[in-house]
T-cell receptor, first 111, second 116 residues
């Protein structure tokens, strides 16, 4: 069974700061998901990545399969980035469709 | 293209009633997943369905909960004789089949179930 750990649990940043959220997992996987959950509760899938790096606007996700570690970066953070960021990996390793979720990182960006 | 549509967004039920939660996947997606998020907790897998088939229901409580994904129409998560502990946000996700297997999951906005 995959154990997914995120850090930090809570993060407060000033507008404009560069933000990093970390995710580590215990079982080898083929892909990892990063999700964003807004205060209203809806979930948006940000990235699904299996190697290297992906970029979308101010968001960058990286993954190191050998070290079982992924990071989500936000450049030039903005108050609208305030949300809970969740990483999720396959429950029982590569090829598994069932996701195991981290507990989330609550990000607050202050103007 | 419409995303995953869940309804209702909010559902209030009294103890002992039935709750029916609906999920329409992204057009063309044949895989549906249901997840539950209890207050102050992370998301937990409940069930994985394909059209007319339950593939994995290992995350479903053994009693009172059932799910279906019929040939026509939305996927339904049904909770019979609800109790206070069923109060949670229930999320549905769908994914396509790709040449590499199951593709990325697209999430709906969730149904917030409150039990009085």
């Amino acid at each position: 069974k995959n154990e997914v750990e995120q850090s930090p649990q809570n993060l407060t940043a000033q507008e404009g700061e560069f933000i990093t959220i970390n995710c580590s997992y215990s079982v080898g996987i083929s892909a990892l998901h990063w999700l964003q959950q807004h205060p209203g509760g809806g979930i948006v899938s940000l990235f699904m990545l299996s190697s290297g790096k992906k970029k979308h606007g101010r968001l960058i996700a990286t993954i190191n399969i050998q070290e079982k570690h992924s990071s989500l970066h936000i450049t030039a953070s903005h108050p609208r980035d305030s949300a809970v960021y969740i990483c999720a990996g396959p429950h029982s390793g590569a090829g598994s469709y069932q996701l195991t979720f981290g507990k989330g990182t609550k990000l607050s960006v202050i103007p | 293209n419409a995303g995953v549509m869940q309804n209702p967004r909010h559902l209030v039920r009294r103890r002992g009633q039935e709750a029916r939660l609906r999920c329409s996947p992204v057009k063309g997606h044949s895989h549906v997943y249901w997840y539950r998020q209890l207050p102050e907790e992370g998301l937990k897998f409940m069930v994985y369905l394909q059209k007319e088939n339950i593939i994995d229901e290992s995350g479903m409580p053994k009693e009172r909960f059932s799910a279906e994904f019929p040939k026509e129409g939305p996927s339904i998560l049904r909770i019979q004789q609800v109790v206070r502990g069923d109060s949670a946000a229930y999320f549905c996700a769908s994914s396509p089949v790709t040449g590499l297997g199951v593709g990325p999951q697209h999430f709906g906005d969730g149904t917030r179930l409150s039990i009085l």
